[in-house]
């Protein structure tokens, strides 16, 4: 059997057995992989807590048939146990995790998705933003290397500048007078410029906004998410809005 060693992101875990646990993990160069990790539920685990969700790991695998086998891992940032001190925090950490493991596949590289979820965790764990504006800007991001990105700005469908106002999900975004489907949506014009600026990356706009916009883009943004997914994402229900 192959080994192989790359670093990533332990996205969830579940029990196997009386003493295992089978990890799945967002790897840097192999993209989702699922490993057993054997003994770790014994007292005398080698692996202790470096294998729990929102752990930043360095892992050296067996590759098999069905399931690959942990045979080591290094921490190498334990943001989950800054994370895990707050509520509001680990909630949102919770739901980035969950949406990571629901929009990439087993076996297939992806780098951005890796960058993007290993960059949110370090944001959560350094509590420099607002949780609900890390995670939000998590899902827009994570929604446009998918191959999802929301416009906020020009008309989705037709590309008429804007800006525009009416949102609508399965348009992908903002549209203009003419292309506008009944039942989109009129958020406040600060709303969709506050999802710009999470989308683009622009915390000097985003860390300044009011918090009933950022309840409003909480909003679009989780129901942008789950149209696309076509599922709910349970940890969302979870999450606390400011």
Known sequence: MPLYRDEGVVLRTHKLGEADRIVTIMTRTRGKVRAVAKGIRRTKSRFGSRLEPAMVVDVQCYEGRNLDTITQAVSLATYGDAIARDYPRWTAAAAALET??????????????????????????????????????????????????PSFHDCARCGDPGPHRAFNLAS???????????????????????????????????DASEVRHRLEGSGLTSAFLQWHLERGVRSLRLVERA
């Open 172 to 206: 992908g975004g903002v549209v203009c007078p003419g292309c506008r489907p009944p039942g989109s949506a009129a958020p406040a014009s600060e709303t969709l410029r506050l999802l710009a600026a999470l989308l683009a990356g622009d915390w000097a706009i985003a």
């Open 100 to 149: 990571c493991d629901r929009l990439t596949e087993e076996g297939e590289p992806n780098l951005q998705q890796y960058l993007l979820i290993a960059g949110a965790l370090r944001s959560l764990a350094d509590d420099v933003h607002a949780p609900e504006l890390v995670l939000d800007a998590y899902l827009l991001r994570a929604l446009a290397v998918a191959g999802w990105a």
